[in-house]
């Protein structure tokens, strides 16, 4: 079997691979196997075709791949309006019950549930945001 068959079959493996991981590391491999396979089909001898194969996936991995991954990876996404809310410690300054209340967020007044329906959360607590639902934010207290 000719070597440019194997570094093909290696090339393909690699790429398949690839697609599971979404590393760019495997891609970029494969690639390189894919440059070594058309060393192998010119004739080069076996050798040259692993220092070449060893090469540009150096190449790839050290050069490439940085590159590629700083345009991969976005930042996270901001929350805006009452999404931004939610994780926000809260101050109760009127005692919270399973049906209402009031607790101040970021030096605004919310109205307020307790989460847990069974809690009473009284005046002076400090609470977490677990979510927002229209204009009262639902409460869970602090440990």
């Not at 075709?49 to 790839?60: E, H, N, R, T, Y």
């Not at 970021?106 to 069974?118: I, P, Q």
Request: cysteine-free; charged content about 15%; overall charge negative.
């Amino acid at each position: 079997m000719d070597e440019w068959i194997i570094w093909v079959i290696l090339a393909v493996v690699l790429g398949v691979a690839e697609i599971f991981t979404l590393t760019a590391s495997l891609g970029l491999l494969g690639v390189a196997a894919l440059l070594t396979a058309a060393t192998a089909a010119i004739g080069l001898p076996v050798p040259l075709q692993l220092i070449f194969f060893a090469v540009s996936s150096a190449a790839g991995l050290l050069v490439l791949r940085p590159i590629a991954m700083r345009h991969i990876k976005h930042p996270p996404l901001q929350r805006f309006g009452v999404e931004a809310l939610v994780g926000k410690p809260a101050y109760v300054v009127a005692e919270v019950t399973g049906r209402d209340g009031r607790v101040r967020i970021g030096g605004e007044e919310w109205s307020a549930r307790a989460y847990d329906e069974t809690l009473v959360i009284p005046t002076g607590a400090t609470v977490d945001v677990i979510e927002i639902e229209g204009a009262t934010a639902l409460v869970y207290p602090r440990e």
